[in-house]
């Protein structure tokens, strides 16, 4: 599936994986997914408030309608 969505192969991820590791080194690197994760984290959290005020909304707007 991911080789359809962006026409990487396996030599593709595995250069652009070492380019990272040279970049950030070892170290870095689980920091650096910590970070993403919790951003990732936080947008579906958003995203999720902003959805069920929505239904909500619609579900009031339908009540005063009747």
Avoid: C, H, T, Y
Avoid at 15 to 39: A, C, D, N, T, Y
Avoid at 47 to 64: Q, R
Wanted: aromatic share 8%; hydrophobic share 45%; charged share 25%.
């Amino acid at each position: 599936m991911f080789n359809l969505v962006f026409g990487l192969g396996g030599q593709e991820l595995l250069v652009i994986g070492l380019i990272i590791l040279v970049f950030f080194g070892g170290k870095k690197i689980p920091e650096l997914m910590k970070g993403l994760g919790s951003g990732i984290r936080e947008f579906n959290n958003a995203k999720n408030n902003i959805e069920a005020e929505v239904k909500e909304n619609m579900k009031e707007i339908d009540a005063k309608k009747q």
